[in-house]
């Protein structure tokens, strides 16, 4: 979905639109992060330019399945980001190899020949909004480091007693005078 610039009026145009999974499976050179993404993705996004500056904003809604990273159980997540982008053109790219970026430097991205490309943009900001580490709940209690129970589905006994790995039992007294 490219743009070109020259084709974006001052005043704005309103980009909305749908994309499938199967969008997606070309983006992603590993196909198993393809898989997670469950409905289309839709997107509307407003481009606004001032001379040569280009303006991005937009908010995409998406829905994909994850797997906890504390009980590892598979849970469905729906995402709604929000952005705003500056782009500007690349030949203004030459900074100093050494630079201090300020706040309002993370939002500006920089954009080569005549056309933007929405394809990249949003497949950027869905990669931003999937979580780091994803949990199915915020109270999510993770799995026994011990025995390996799911923590939220049953109660363990080894949770209350404290494990020592044996081989490290002489160090047990080393800092006691």
């Known amino acids: 979905m490219n743009y070109r610039i020259e084709d974006i009026p001052q005043e704005g145009i309103l980009v909305q639109g749908e994309r499938d999974v199967d969008w997606l499976k070309g983006l992603f050179t590993d196909q198993t992060r393809s898989d997670k993404f469950i409905a289309p993705i839709s997107y509307a996004i407003r481009l606004s330019r001032s001379d040569s500056l ?77 979580p780091f580490y994803p949990l199915c709940r915020e109270d999510c209690k993770g799995l026994c480091p011990h025995c390996g129970i799911n923590k939220n589905q049953e109660t363990c006994q080894c949770s209350d007693k404290e494990v020592v790995d044996h081989r490290l039992s002489g160090l047990k007294d080393f800092l006691i005078k």
Do not use: N, W
């Open 54 to 130: 280009v303006f991005v904003a937009g908010r995409i809604s998406l829905k994909v399945e994850l797997s906890c990273s504390r009980c590892l159980e598979r849970f469905m997540l729906s995402l709604s980001p929000e952005f705003d982008i500056s782009l500007s053109p690349a030949q203004f790219q030459s900074l100093p190899a050494e630079m201090e970026l300020q706040k309002e430097d993370l939002d500006k991205e920089f954009y080569d020949g005549e056309v933007i490309d929405l394809d990249t943009i949003i497949f950027h900001q869905i990669i931003l909004a999937i």
